[in-house]
């Protein structure tokens, strides 16, 4: 079982940014692909953006609706996998998730269903 775990959410006004954080708290963040969802109440799970591996590639996807708003990237020192979100908007509002496979070293993809380990989320609210 691997356990990554959310913060770094909070209240922010539309145009504003937040960075969130997944931390790899008993695995090694780098080996694995790291998937950022995000659900919103009466919605289902959408998924956001998502990193492969530090094996060279450095690959990232975004959906459309956070191209060029929002960023991907690793701490490999820290262990940590950020989502930098730039301005912010009301329809951002969702709990947010970072969710990793079980096996090491796959490719990244944006469907939630071929991740395994998930974190309890950390809530975002974009609102004046």
């Known amino acids: 079982q691997l356990h990554p775990v959310e913060s770094g959410g909070g209240l922010v006004q539309p145009g504003g940014s937040l960075r969130l954080s997944c931390a790899a708290t008993?695995?090694?963040?780098?080996?694995?692909?790291v998937g950022w969802f995000r659900q919103a109440p009466g919605k289902e799970p959408e998924g956001v953006s998502c990193?492969?591996?530090?094996?060279?590639?450095?690959?990232?996807l975004y959906a459309d609706s956070v191209k060029g708003r929002f960023t991907i990237s690793r701490d490999s020192d820290e262990n940590i996998v950020y989502l930098q979100m730039d301005s912010l908007r009301p329809e951002d509002t969702a709990v947010y998730y970072c969710?990793?496979?079980?096996?090491?070293?796959?490719?990244?993809?944006?469907?939630?269903?071929?991740?395994?380990?998930w974190g309890l989320g950390t809530q975002v609210t974009v609102s004046t």
């Open positions: 990193i492969n591996p530090s094996d060279g590639s450095g690959a990232t």
């Open positions: 969710a990793v496979p079980a096996a090491a070293w796959g490719t990244a993809t944006m469907d939630p269903n071929l991740y395994d380990y």
């Open positions: 008993d695995f090694t963040s780098d080996y694995y692909a």
